[in-house]
């Protein structure tokens, strides 16, 4: 306890005495190894260390200010098969610093966020990251409307994967920055509507580099219960660059309780591919997304179903999950098949392990076949 108060008595002294005995901190240490047998086949070694603090700044808990950060290394050997290379990546990155408070307001509450903390829109497919911004919302018992604007310029791009790279950056290690965008957000939501919620959302992204197209998304959510049984959730949101092409993508999960223990889930998403004669661009969004874990990118039309099923007991949770991503070209045509299996344990409440598998099958090119298997673990303190 009095290594903690030395660590932070610069720190605490900034803010009110009355305070001090909410003040909160701690931290995680984590070890990931992933072993891929491909064509070419890979090694990965990484090690982090985060540490965290929470603090309020106004005697009623209102308002406090939050903040983490990180120092990670990942180590990469490729190429085992043949001649090895291997690139060593130093990470050093705050990726939360927050001041977040709220109030009541017109029979609701209104919900204050400011600075660097991570923000997603309405469909998580298009921006689902950290950002440096302000976002102000309001919410009732019927309604929500919220509103965020922010600037991505000096995230650190070893740290957020983004589809644009920054076209000046350096490359140095550490702390690389990102392609600079200004997203801007507009969102409205009903709260309760037969026990449904659904929410229309537009975003903007201004490109702070002429390099780099400007790109606007108009997204739509629905979620609920069925009945007592599961839940479903969808989505669907349409973008473009500049206004000149659009790009289209639609999201669909329904989940089934089987017991007390399981969860079965179907769902599927669709992006768009591209077509000059229709002006149709391939579905891009600001934040990189996975659609399987094949190396092959998809250029077309996709279309990929998938079915899952979780099993959680006690301190275990285990996921499978199989994805077929099917493009419907001339003629309808498998493109590959892809199965993940996530387990996790708590062996005790702050010390966690896990691995993870996957096996993909590329139809089109059997050099894009691959294997792979991690193994992590994660202490808190």
Same mark, same amino acid.
């Given at each position: 306890?009095?290594?903690?108060k030395?660590?932070f008595?610069?720190?605490l002294?900034?803010?009110n005495?009355?305070?001090?005995?909410?003040?909160e901190?701690?931290?995680?240490v984590?070890?990931?190894t992933k072993?891929?047998a491909a064509e070419?086949p890979?090694?990965?070694?990484?090690?982090?260390i985060y540490l965290?603090l929470k603090?309020?700044?106004?005697?009623?808990?209102?308002?406090?200010?939050?903040?983490?950060? /990180?120092y990670k290394?990942?180590?990469?050997? =490729?190429?085992l $098969?043949?001649?090895p290379k291997?690139?060593? !990546?130093n990470? +050093?990155d705050?990726?939360?610093?927050?001041?977040?408070?709220?109030w009541?307001a017109?029979?609701?509450?209104?919900n204050?966020?400011?600075?660097?903390?991570?923000?997603s829109d309405?469909?998580?497919?298009v921006?689902?990251q950290v950002s440096?911004?302000?976002g102000l919302?309001y919410a009732?018992n019927?309604?929500?409307f919220?509103?965020y604007?922010g600037?991505?310029?000096? /995230?650190?791009?070893l740290?957020v994967?983004? =589809?644009?790279? $920054?076209?000046?950056a350096?490359?140095?290690? !550490?702390?690389? +920055?990102?392609a600079?965008?200004?997203?801007?957000?507009?969102k409205f939501?009903l709260?309760?509507f037969?026990?449904?919620?659904a929410?229309?959302e537009?975003d903007?992204f201004?490109?702070?580099n002429?390099?780099?197209k400007?790109r606007?998304y108009a997204?739509?959510?629905?979620?609920?219960p069925i009945s007592?049984?599961g839940?479903?959730?969808?989505?669907f949101a349409a973008g473009t660059y500049?206004f000149?092409?659009l790009m289209?993508?639609? $999201?669909v999960?329904v989940?089934?309780?089987?017991g007390?223990l399981?969860l079965?889930g179907?769902?599927?998403?669709?992006?768009?591919?591209?077509k000059?004669?229709?002006?149709?661009?391939?579905?891009?969004p600001?934040?990189?997304?996975t659609?399987?874990?094949?190396?092959?990118p998809?250029k077309?039309?996709?279309i990929?179903?998938?079915l899952?099923?979780?099993?959680v007991?006690?301190?275990l949770?285990a996921?499978?999950?199989?994805?077929?991503v099917?493009?419907?070209d001339?003629?309808t045509?498998l493109f590959g098949?892809d199965?993940?299996?996530d387990?996790k344990y708590n062996i005790?409440?702050?010390?966690q392990?896990?691995?993870n598998g996957?096996l993909?099958f590329?139809?089109g090119?059997k050099k894009y076949?691959n294997i792979?298997f991690?193994i992590?673990?994660?202490?808190?303190f």
């Open positions: 306890m009095k290594l903690k030395i660590i008595a610069v720190i002294l900034a803010f005495f009355s305070v001090l005995s909410a003040f901190w701690g931290g995680l984590d070890d990931n072993f891929t070419n890979a090694f990965s070694q990484s090690n982090g965290w603090t309020p700044v106004t005697q009623d808990g209102h308002f406090y200010v939050s903040a983490e950060e /990180l290394y990942k180590l990469n050997l =490729t190429g $098969n043949k001649t291997s690139d060593f !990546i990470i +050093l705050v990726d939360l610093l927050k001041l977040n408070g709220f009541e017109f029979k609701g509450e209104m204050l966020n400011a600075g660097r903390y991570f923000f309405n469909t998580g497919a921006f689902s440096d911004g302000i919302s009732n019927f309604i929500g919220s509103l604007g600037y991505t310029g000096l /995230l650190n791009s740290n994967s983004m =589809t644009e790279k $920054n076209p000046d350096n490359n140095k290690q !550490i702390y690389n +920055l990102c600079a965008f200004v997203p801007v957000s507009v939501s709260l309760d037969g026990g449904f919620s929410s229309v537009g903007y201004i490109s702070m002429e390099k780099i400007n606007a997204s739509l959510n629905v979620a609920g007592t049984i839940m479903v959730n969808l989505n500049e000149k092409e289209l993508f639609s $999201n999960d989940n089934f309780f089987a007390n399981f079965i179907f769902g599927g998403e669709y992006g768009s591919g591209t000059a004669e229709k002006k149709l661009a391939a579905f891009s600001v934040t990189s997304r659609i399987y874990s094949g190396l092959r998809v077309y039309d996709y990929a179903p998938r899952s099923g979780t099993f007991m006690n301190n949770y996921k499978l999950t199989e994805k077929t099917i493009v419907p001339d003629e045509k098949i199965s993940v299996l387990i005790f409440s702050d010390l392990v896990g691995a996957t993909y590329d139809f090119d076949n792979s991690s992590n673990a994660a202490l808190e």
